[in-house]
């Protein structure tokens, strides 16, 4: 939760919200221990980026690897109307959550949401796709590298259609512009 909470106050779309239910203070006998039906009124927590918060993170372009960076430079020497923005929304699945690398915006509205597979452990591979599987939405577009063995790791990457973008060495950003076009029409 330390690192949950910083961290979503980042990501600038959508609402963490969680019910909170007292609980008895420590010296209180068993006899008194707060049940379902005491009468305590149950609150709601919220966390966005707008509740007037501020993280000690610092926001804007931090980058988890050069291939990351690297694309983001390469994206904004583009000629589009479609932005790149990083890590600024977060995709529930039940019993998790991911946030993506970036999201492609444009200004009429449409988004598509990109996230990079790098070199990674099978292991980790798996646990990835699983989550994007669980996940559900067909507006991700999966950068991945070539040199993955996906196959060795388990993940059935026809799942996944179109919208996969494969790439060698550096990721271009106008393979994954062209997939974000086919996927918004």
């Known amino acids: ?33 707060v049940r379902e039906d005491d009468g305590r009124a149950s609150e709601t927590f919220a966390l966005d980026a707008k509740c007037g918060l501020v993280s000690h993170y610092k926001p804007g372009q931090d980058f988890d690897s050069i291939l990351e960076e690297a694309f983001a430079a390469r994206w904004e020497k583009l000629d589009t109307p479609w932005t790149l923005e990083r890590e600024v929304d977060l995709v529930p699945v039940p019993g998790s959550a991911i946030i993506p690398d970036f999201r492609v915006a444009h200004p009429d509205g449409r988004s598509v949401l990109v996230e990079i597979v790098g070199f990674w452990r099978p292991e980790y591979l798996r646990k990835k796709f699983a989550l994007l599987r669980k996940a559900g939405r067909r507006d991700i577009v999966l950068a991945v590298s070539e040199r993955l063995n996906l196959e060795a790791a388990g993940v059935n ?19 994954v512009l062209e997939c974000v076009e086919k996927i918004c029409g």
């Open 1 to 33: 939760m330390a690192k949950l909470f910083p961290a979503r106050l980042h990501v600038t779309t959508g609402t963490l919200r969680a019910g909170l239910k007292p609980r008895p203070f420590e010296d209180e006998s068993e006899s008194t221990r």
């Open 157 to 175: 990457v026809e799942e996944f259609g179109d919208r996969i973008v494969w790439f060698k060495g550096k990721l271009e950003p106008k393979a």
